[in-house]
């Protein structure tokens, strides 16, 4: 009986020995490991502010750096554009360090808006590891344009899939079809309150598609826009296309089509965005064009494209993406009145110089 005892109780003694060293060592390697991130966290968090700064589309002298402060790591002064919500900013920034699991203070100065944010490594911390504040100016834009997209194929997508994106609360605007097989697309986008434009082609007398001839007597198509016009008068917008160029009868149909609407275009106004339907890389495609153009001084870019409903699904789901950068998406009277404000304004330049 006693050696029964004996071999129980050695048994029992290994086991809460080995079970404390075990313990003790999970312990030693969770604080390691606590460490470790703290000082991983320490070594890049600049970067990470930095990184998260870039998807706002920030100049890069509005964020001025300072890492030579003592014990904080760095402090950032982060000036924040006109068209841009400081409170927004803010947002992200307590985000990035809640997922940090560093803790955050901020205060905020009611009167001009601006925001002094501190960053401790722990709740116990009373010195912060960095300093941010966000400092308003009210004179400053972002770098982005203002984008107007036009679809004209939504007699491809079936009813739901249609109504589904009419009723979508996006800026977008929509050819308005003409042939009566299809009237009830027609319908359904007048219905909508959705911005829509109309397209018509110019063309010589061999061209039988063309909606205005060449062999047109002036009274023949001046009638015909007469009546469009009647007919249609929400629209947007008129577009002309051009294939056989017809230039002098082109600027003769488009002038007087300026006596009904304002919003008369040659298409070369317009970027057409054709690639394959369903193409996982469309939305990503069409948004570097943007990028590009703006890049290149495009203030307001008109698209035309096609796209399927997953295409659709795709750009509501990232359309955030550009929004979040300073870009504007808008209906096409909208674009339309800001482009002939931006000529106004060049035109007036010269004069207050």
Do not use: C
């Amino acid at each position: 009986m006693f050696l029964l005892i004996l071999i129980v109780s050695t048994i029992v003694f290994a086991y809460l020995s080995y079970s404390g060293d075990s313990q003790s060592q999970e312990t030693s390697q969770n604080k390691d490991l606590i460490e470790f991130n703290l000082e991983n966290i320490r070594s890049n968090l600049s970067f990470r502010v930095d990184s998260l700064l870039e998807t706002f589309n920030l100049e890069k002298s509005w964020i001025k750096t300072n890492n030579d402060t003592g014990t904080v790591l760095f402090t950032k002064t982060i000036t924040i554009p006109a068209d841009l919500s400081v409170s927004f900013v803010n947002k992200d920034l307590a985000d990035l360090m809640h997922n940090a699991h560093l803790r955050i203070n901020s205060t905020k100065d009611d009167k001009s808006g601006n925001i002094n944010f501190s960053v401790y490594e722990n709740s116990n911390d009373e010195k912060p590891i960095a300093i941010i504040r966000l400092i308003k100016n009210h004179e400053l834009l972002r770098n982005a344009s203002s984008i107007v997209l036009i679809f004209d194929n939504l007699e491809e997508l079936s009813e739901s899939e249609r109504l589904d994106i009419l009723n979508s609360p996006h800026n977008l605007s929509f050819v308005l079809p003409l042939d009566f097989e299809k009237i009830d697309v027609q319908s359904s986008i007048i219905e909508s309150e959705k911005n829509y434009v109309l397209y018509f082609n110019v063309g010589n007398t061999e061209n039988y598609l063309a909606d205005f001839r060449t062999d047109m007597s002036d009274r023949q198509w001046m009638t015909k826009i007469t009546s469009l016009s009647s007919e249609y008068p929400e629209a947007s917008g008129i577009i002309f296309r051009n294939p056989d160029m017809e230039f002098e009868f082109e600027k003769k149909i488009r002038t007087q089509y300026l006596i009904y609407n304002e919003n008369s275009f040659r298409d070369t106004l317009v970027k057409e965005f054709m690639p394959e339907f369903d193409d996982p890389g469309k939305v990503d495609e069409l948004f570097t064009k943007i990028i590009n153009r703006n890049n290149e001084g495009n203030k307001v870019q008109f698209y035309l494209a096609r796209f399927s409903y997953n295409d659709f699904k795709s750009l509501f789901n990232k359309i955030s993406l550009l929004k979040k950068r300073g870009y504007n998406f808008i209906d096409f009277k909208t674009g339309a009145d800001l482009l002939r404000e931006i000529k106004a304004n060049k035109e007036k330049k010269p004069e207050n110089e």
